[in-house]
């Protein structure tokens, strides 16, 4: 997962995605010219629903409530069918045969709108059209019928998951998505063993694919882009049999990756190698759920002392990717590195309606104010009870009085 979310579907225009993931400056609010509501300045033609709900599900974690004109902009991008597209610049007219819905922007507008509750007749109706497109090996593609990618696989996993359904009932022909995401995983013996490939290469053989690794180890376990930290395990690579096992082959491969340097790096034709400091956050985010806190510290500590200035050039999706890699670490997104994230990301949209500076204490009080209520409900009970105890003894001696 990118900033702007890149995909062999994708591929035609990834000058064009680049030049909009990396806007001159952006400001404390969107411009005029753009969408009430939108999170960002940059042109949200072929990633606004991406970094809508990303932003919104980023908010969520850190307790922030957002505005409720960037909850209903997302909403009002779905069509009719439930799917979603990158971007609809008039959502108040009915999508057609030419609107380009796909599965990605559709499952990450699912996980946020599901985080933010009271949408589930949207959500469900995204989830269907989701299980209608899905393909016979039991993954996705990014576009309807398009060869099922493991990125694109694992979003719809963390989508079915966050409205309750359990993906490995999610079948077509008797394929669920964790066999088409197994299919991609490539065996231990081989090169790169571990990782996990975008696709099938041209003569079946798996080419390994970081990007795709990291969003295929959270898919196999069954969890969306806001992701927790799991249980501490060591990851070692095995023979892939089962879902959890293939996550923690994968994150083998991604810890071995991020040993020597602590991030990951993009090599894109005609350039030098760069940090890749997108896919390092979704790295992070996946080694956490697959093997608890500590096995993400090192990447984790590599995006704190550099991460920054990529998210404020690069604007809310990357500042939400931060934010998520912090979350299922256990770091603080509001002192990452010296920068609230918190604070940048709510500044590139409308004004949140609620902000909680610190979520867990927000946690204990709402469950301390629970147990009082709930306390004082049960002497409420009992004195109404005494009472009406007390009225019926009351007339019960009355009438026995001679």
Not at 21 to 42: D, I, R, V
Not at 84 to 105: H, I, L, Q, W
Not at 201 to 207: I, L, W
Not at 366 to 394: H, M, P, R
Request: hydrophobic fraction near 40%; aromatic fraction near 6%.
């Amino acid at each position: 997962m990118n900033v702007v979310r890149r995909s062999a579907a994708a591929l035609a225009v990834t000058a064009v995605i680049g030049a909009a993931a990396t806007p001159a400056a952006h400001a404390a609010s969107p411009s005029p010219s753009l969408p009430s509501g939108l999170y960002g300045t940059s042109d949200p033609t072929y990633d606004g629903v991406w970094r809508q709900s990303l932003a919104l599900l980023a908010q969520d974690t850190v307790g922030v409530e957002p505005a409720s004109e960037a909850t209903d902009w997302l909403a009002r991008q779905q069509c009719d069918n439930g799917g979603f597209a990158a971007f609809r610049a008039e959502p108040g007219k009915d999508c057609d045969a030419k609107t380009m819905v796909d599965t990605n922007s559709t499952a990450a507008a699912v996980q946020a709108l599901a985080a933010l509750g009271d949408h589930d007749a949207a959500t469900g109706k995204a989830v269907d059209w989701l299980k209608s497109v899905q393909n016979k090996d039991g993954g996705w593609g990014y576009t309807p019928g398009g060869p099922s990618d493991a990125n694109s696989t694992a979003v719809v996993v963390g989508a079915l998951a966050a409205v309750g359904e359990k993906p490995d009932a999610v079948v077509k022909d008797g394929k669920s998505p964790y066999d088409a995401l197994l299919k991609l995983s490539i065996p231990c013996d081989e090169k790169d063993g571990g990782a996990f490939a975008y696709q099938p290469g041209k003569k079946g053989e798996p080419a390994a694919n970081a990007d795709a690794t990291a969003a295929a180890v959270l898919g196999a376990l069954g969890k969306g882009l806001a992701a927790e930290a799991g249980k501490k395990a060591e990851p070692k690579c095995a023979d892939a049999g089962t879902p959890e096992q293939a996550a923690a082959n994968g994150a083998a491969h991604l810890a071995e990756t991020l040993a020597k340097d602590g991030h990951l790096t993009s090599a894109l034709p005609g350039a030098e190698d760069q940090p890749d400091y997108g896919n390092t956050a979704d790295a992070v985010v996946a080694l956490a759920a697959q093997g608890g806190a500590e096995q993400a510290k090192k990447p984790l500590t590599w995006l704190e002392q550099n991460a920054t200035a990529w998210a404020r050039q690069s604007g809310p999706a990357a500042y939400a990717q931060l934010i998520l890699a912090a979350h299922a670490a256990g770091a603080d997104p509001r002192e990452f590195g010296g920068t609230d994230l918190v604070s940048r990301l709510n500044a590139t949209g409308p004004a949140p309606q609620a902000v909680v500076e610190n979520r867990v204490e927000a946690k204990d009080q709402a469950k301390d104010e629970d147990t009082t209520f709930g306390a004082w409900w049960y002497v409420g009970v009992f004195l109404v009870v005494g009472i009406g105890i007390g009225f019926l003894l009351s007339g019960r001696n009355k009438r026995q009085q001679p």
